[in-house]
């Protein structure tokens, strides 16, 4: 999100900020925390996106984990095996495996070639790991310090330590 707001690829939410978000509910969601409006402002930009998607990310698992028919699937782990993650969740949904979606599933998940931002192909375990490389040390830092804050860290088992 902060390379497509870098590039002008969202509208931005209110005038006088350059989140392309609503700040009103993830400054009182991260109040609700303990960081009120002035440190919420005090914040690097990274920290700021950090809270918006704790506190989207936070009630939709709240919202998943109490539904029987609903599965929680983590980015990354979908990339790195597209194939199997695919296969379970049709199963889970009571629908077939068939030939097309093998097929669909490797040529969008294998695509070396794609620089699309919103682009289906591409290499997928390339696209989700990319912020590791591209992502300045002190975002990565503002980001895992919000995230290690979070009951989301478990999902993930680098917010445990900072990577500079």
């Known amino acids: 999100v902060m390379r497509g707001n870098r590039q002008g690829r969202f509208s931005l939410r209110e005038a006088g900020t350059d989140m392309p978000f609503d700040e009103a ?5 991260a109040a609700e925390r303990g960081v009120d409006n002035a440190k919420f402002q005090a914040l690097p930009d990274a920290a700021k996106y950090a809270w918006d998607w704790v506190r989207f990310n936070e009630t939709a698992l709240r919202t998943l984990q109490a539904l029987p028919n609903a599965r929680i699937v983590i980015y990354e782990e979908l990339c790195a095996r597209p194939t199997e993650i695919a296969r379970d969740l049709l199963t889970f949904c009571g629908l077939a495996w068939n030939a097309q979606t093998q097929t669909f599933i490797e040529n ?25 490389t591209t992502m300045l040390g002190e ?17 993930w088992n680098d917010t445990q330590t900072v990577s500079v």
């Open 25 to 29: 509910p993830t400054v009182r969601f």
């Open 108 to 132: 969008s998940t294998h695509d070396a070639n794609s620089t699309g931002y919103f682009a289906v192909f591409r290499d997928s375990i390339a696209a989700a790991e990319r912020w590791r």
């Open 139 to 155: 975002d990565r830092d503002a980001v895992m310090s919000v995230v290690r804050q979070s009951p989301l860290r478990q999902f």
